[in-house]
């Protein structure tokens, strides 16, 4: 669930699960969004992203799911590795005009050998 | 993507002090961001630099605060004023690649003291 502070939502996963991080976007009129992986101690790193005309992308061993309707953005990692453990954000943006990234609040994920 | 590296990777600052970060990028592109990102947070964006013109600050972000320079297309530095222990954070760069993508440089972690 939410948390403030320096107390980040977290899923604590198996190895070889599959897992799943949710994000509420802000923006109904964002057609741009973005999956980021933070391991510590490193900045963000692109993982996939997805304009609002597709409801699924897929790529290597992750998914990104969009529902616009409820302004829900989701990451599926298949078959969860060690080296999956990292903080996840989304991010949101319009495509046309000057805009601006607006990152969500951050998921750890913790995967357990 | 683009190789984004950033100068110094951590420091640890007296209060009152100020501290340049530079960011440097392997190719050329037109707009730079910097990024703050306060512990256990999300990231906050601080400004927009483009070369040859000052840099676009976010609400609650001042240029007094965090001067920045943008003086060609791979280059740009961000300074942290008269920093008290509010200002310690990573801070990150990043650009803009294909569509509004964006990608990251390793961070600088800062401690005020």
């Known amino acids: 669930g939410e948390s403030v502070g320096l107390h980040l939502p977290t899923l604590s996963v198996q190895e070889g699960d599959n897992s799943i991080i949710n994000c509420a976007y802000s923006?109904?009129?964002?057609?741009?969004f973005i999956w980021y992986k933070q391991e510590s101690g490193k900045g963000p790193q692109f993982i996939i992203d997805i304009r609002s005309n597709m409801d699924k992308r897929q790529g290597q061993r992750v998914t990104v799911l969009l529902n616009k309707t409820v302004k829900h953005l989701s990451l599926q990692i298949a078959a969860t590795q060690p080296g999956d453990s990292a903080v996840y954000f989304c991010a949101e943006t319009l495509l046309s005009g000057y805009s601006t990234l607006t990152f969500g609040k951050g998921t750890m994920l913790l995967v357990s050998p | 993507s683009a190789v984004i590296s950033q100068k110094p990777s951590r420091d640890i600052c007296q209060r009152g002090t100020s501290l340049t970060i530079q960011c440097q990028v392997d190719?050329?592109?037109?707009?730079m961001f910097w990024y703050r990102q306060q512990p256990g947070q999300s990231l906050t964006l601080i400004a927009t630099?483009?070369?040859?013109?000052?840099?676009?600050?976010e609400s609650g972000f001042v240029i007094d605060k965090f001067p920045i320079s943008r003086p060609n297309l791979t280059f740009s530095t961000l300074t942290v004023s008269n920093m008290s222990p509010e200002d310690s954070s990573i801070y990150l760069c990043?650009?803009?690649?294909?569509?509004?993508?964006?990608?990251f440089g390793p961070g600088t972690r800062l401690l005020v003291l």
């Open positions: 923006n109904s009129a964002s057609d741009y």
């Open positions: 630099a483009n070369q040859g013109s000052e840099a676009t600050y």
């Open positions: 190719s050329q592109v037109t707009m």
């Open positions: 990043s650009v803009e690649g294909q569509q509004e993508t964006q990608y």
